[in-house]
T-cell receptor, first 110, second 116 residues
Framework: TQLLEQSPQFLSIQEGENLTVYCNSS?????LQWYRQEPGEGPVLLVT?????EVKKLKRLTFQFGDARKDSSLHITAAQPGDTGLYLC??????????FGQGTTLQVKP | GAGVSQSPRYKVAKRGQDVALRCDPI?????LFWYQQALGQGPEFLTY????????KSGLPSDRFFAERPEGSVSTLKIQRTQQEDSAVYLC??????????????FGNGTRLTVT
């Protein structure tokens, strides 16, 4: 069974701080996606990483895919209250399903 | 429509009742997925359709759960004889094609089911 483990599960920081969220697996994934979900809404895709070692930037968010395509990280620089939400990583499994990690709840206090 | 639409947004059912949850995907999207999400957790896969064909239903937790997409557009997730453990948010997502990384998933806002 392919599993994705995210850490930390919960993060509460002050505005302006930096943070990193990790997504790890013992399995290889053909691609990994990161989503952000706000209360009462569905997840919204932030980025897809496909190539081992790939780094993608989205404003203050930096996403990295591990060389072995088993792990990924999301780094946020100078977090803002608007970054608050549930961050989910998801991997395309070898059976075609999209498997989600358990999520990281981020709270950024003003 | 502009996005994936799910109805109802909230559903309260008494234990033992049957419920039907509706999903209207983005027009023209081939693939449709149902996920179940507990509070503060990641979504868990239930079932997948490509057009009207249900290609994967391995995530359905029991035979009380049934999904259909008869004309390859609107889908309905039906839960018979609801139990308290069925309480969750049920998310529907659609994508233009069947590939994950070249065709992103677009999620609806979900139906929150509470079984009392």
């Amino acid at each position: 069974t392919q599993l994705l483990e995210q850490s930390p599960q919960f993060l509460s920081i002050q505005e302006g701080e930096n943070l990193t969220v990790y997504c790890n697996s013992s399995s290889v994934f053909s691609s990994l996606q990161w989503y952000r979900q706000e209360p009462g809404e569905g997840p919204v895709l932030l980025v897809t990483v496909v190539t081992g070692g790939e780094v993608k930037k989205l404003k203050r968010l930096t996403f990295q895919f591990g060389d072995a395509r088993k792990d990924s990280s999301l780094h946020i620089t100078a977090a803002q209250p608007g970054d608050t939400g549930l961050y989910l990583c998801a991997g395309a499994s070898n059976t075609g399903k999209l498997i989600f990690g358990q999520g990281t709840t981020l709270q950024v206090k003003p | 429509g502009a996005g994936v639409s799910q109805s109802p947004r909230y559903k309260v059912a008494k234990r033992g009742q049957d419920v039907a949850l509706r999903c209207d995907p983005i027009s023209g999207h081939v693939s449709l997925f149902w996920y179940q999400q507990a509070l503060g957790q990641g979504p868990e896969f239930l079932t997948y359709f490509q057009n009207e064909a249900q290609l994967d239903k391995s995530g359905l937790p029991s035979d009380r759960f049934f999904a259909e997409r008869p004309e390859g557009s609107v889908s309905t997730l039906k839960i018979q004889r609801t139990q308290q453990e069925d309480s969750a948010v049920y998310l529907c997502a659609s994508s233009l094609s069947g590939g994950y990384y070249n065709s992103p998933l677009h999620f609806g806002n979900g139906t929150r089911l509470t079984v009392t």
